[in-house]
């Protein structure tokens, strides 16, 4: 599918969510702490089972349907991670940016406590490594899993949550036309949140 449909896509679908969203409506944005998986050589010999985790950060909307304790609350961001692995005796980076769009059921506990969890569908837009020359991925689709925790003071929110890509998905890098690699973008984070209610709610 052309990434330009899939944007303009999801832009309307978050319209419409806007339109018709009952119990809020709000930006977020925050920072976080990513793995991904093995980097393999083109013999498929393991060359770093997981790499070095590094801060990334995301940025998006969301929007809130409250249903008494329980609520629907899907997030549509832009995410971008970084992650540090070894490769010929030097430590290179490899940083992908994503559309997350993850729809999250969350239960409000006390006060102003919740827990949510739910899926969350990623599309892949950028795979940078080291600025070796990027040739395929396996799947710029994918599924992945959140859970987590969140406070809410009036308009603003705070939550952490921890994601983990249910399937291996890799990608494919050439260098000098005779080399090639293989990782596991697969994400596995930890993420910190601040977002601010625009609409709705009290």
């Known amino acids: 599918m052309n990434k330009r449909i899939l944007v303009l896509s999801i832009a309307l679908l ?17 920072l976080s702490y990513n793995t991904n998986g093995s980097l393999k050589d083109d013999v498929n010999t393991v060359i770093d089972n997981e790499g070095k985790g590094k801060s990334g950060y995301n940025v ?14 899907p997030e549509l961001v832009y995410t971008k991670t970084t992650s540090e692995y070894e490769l010929n005796s030097e430590i290179v ?15 409000k506990l006390i006060g102003p406590l ?4 739910g899926p969350a569908f990623q599309y892949t837009l950028e795979n940078d490594f080291n600025d070796i020359k990027y040739a395929d ?25 921890y994601e983990r890509g249910f399937n291996e998905n890799e990608a494919t890098f050439i260098e000098n036309n005779t080399t090639s690699y293989r990782l ?3 994400p596995e984070q930890i993420i910190f949140s601040l977002s ?4 709705g709610g009290k």
Do not use: C, H, W
Request: proline content about 2%; cysteine-free.
């Open 14 to 30: 978050s319209t419409v969510f806007y339109m018709n969203a009952q119990s809020g409506f709000g930006i977020k944005g925050g």
């Open 60 to 73: 998006g909307i969301y929007g809130k349907i409250g249903l008494g304790p329980i609520y629907l609350k």
């Open 93 to 107: 980076d490899y940083k992908i940016a994503r559309l997350d769009m993850p729809v999250l059921v969350g239960l």
């Open 114 to 117: 919740s827990v949510f969890a």
């Open 137 to 161: 991925i396996e799947n710029e689709f994918t599924v992945g899993f959140n859970f987590g925790a969140g406070l809410d003071l009036g308009r603003l929110g705070l939550d952490v949550r």
């Open 184 to 186: 596991d973008s697969r």
């Open 196 to 199: 601010y209610r625009l609409s």
